[in-house]
């Protein structure tokens, strides 16, 4: 199976009421933990990497990895570049054989914003693959892109129906009061907003920062409108606290295989939960 561009999944869950899981990786075992997970549940997915986890892993090792899921993967999956910012590493993915890629120009002023995304529209069209734009800053930590919180700015809906209309981009990144990285309290999200955008932009929407929200808060969301949802920090939660624990566990052992391995089920069953919690389970068709 090749990989499926992330906008038909994204319009698939946009008719069937549901949202589809994007989950970042940067190795081997969190990329067998979402493939793992998705068929488990038999649920489509959208395997990203930042340009940081590219820089980590190298491009051609992480396509290559993620070509070798897809081979004998029993689910759709979507192969897509998250908050990319330069048009050159858009096209080395697209190159690469990325099925979608995300141009983040949510700190330009708007005017720049939509002539980054169309020009990276021109090359992913020409290639089949889907393109999701940023509108709103979404606060955190997400490999560099570091926005402080008091910067933050929220979508506004005129904006983006604005946006969507001007460049024809296949999905939008909005920002209604998440971030990226770990909470320090609990996040409350602008629902209202939310539900504004929905109305006045037809395209599927995504929600940054996913990790750490409550399970009401995400189906909420998903009633209200959105379809894509990325994480990352639950992962690395999950995975980095089971290489803890074995390592407290076995503290002479010397085989990265007996760390690693309860490393990625514990990444497994993260992913599952979030399926589910989507509503994708049973959804890859
Ligand atoms: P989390 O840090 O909340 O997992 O968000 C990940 C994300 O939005 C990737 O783009």
Known sequence: MSFV????????AQSGG??????????????QAIVRAAEAEKAPVILQATPGAIRYAGLDYLAALARA????????LALHLDHGTDPGLVEECVRAGFSSVMI????????KNIALTRQVLEVARRAGVS?????????????????????????????????????????????VGTAHGVYRGEPRLDLERL???RELVPVPLVLHGSSGV????????????????????????????????????KPGEIDPRKILSPAREAAVEVVRKKIRLFGSAGKAG
């Open 5 to 12: 561009p992330a906008g038909v999944l994204l319009r698939a």
């Open 131 to 175: 393109v999701e734009a940023e509108l709103g800053r979404i606060s955190g930590t997400e490999d560099e892109i570091t926005v402080a919180e008091r910067e933050a700015l929220f979508t506004d809906p005129e904006e983006a129906r604005f946006f969507v209309e001007q460049t024809g981009v296949d999905s939008l990144a909005v920002a």
């Open 214 to 249: 409550p399970d009401d808060a995400i189906r909420e969301a998903i009633a209200r409108g959105v379809q894509k949802i990325n994480i990352d920090t639950d992962i690395r939660l999950a995975f980095l606290g089971a290489v803890r624990q074995a390592l407290t566990e």
């Open 18 to 31: 549901y949202a589809v899981g994007a989950f970042n990786f940067n190795n081997l075992e969190i990329l």
């Open 69 to 76: 899921a897809a081979k004998n993967a029993a689910v759709p």
């Open 104 to 111: 983040d120009g949510s700190k330009l002023p708007l005017e």
């Open 195 to 197: 539900s504004k955008i």
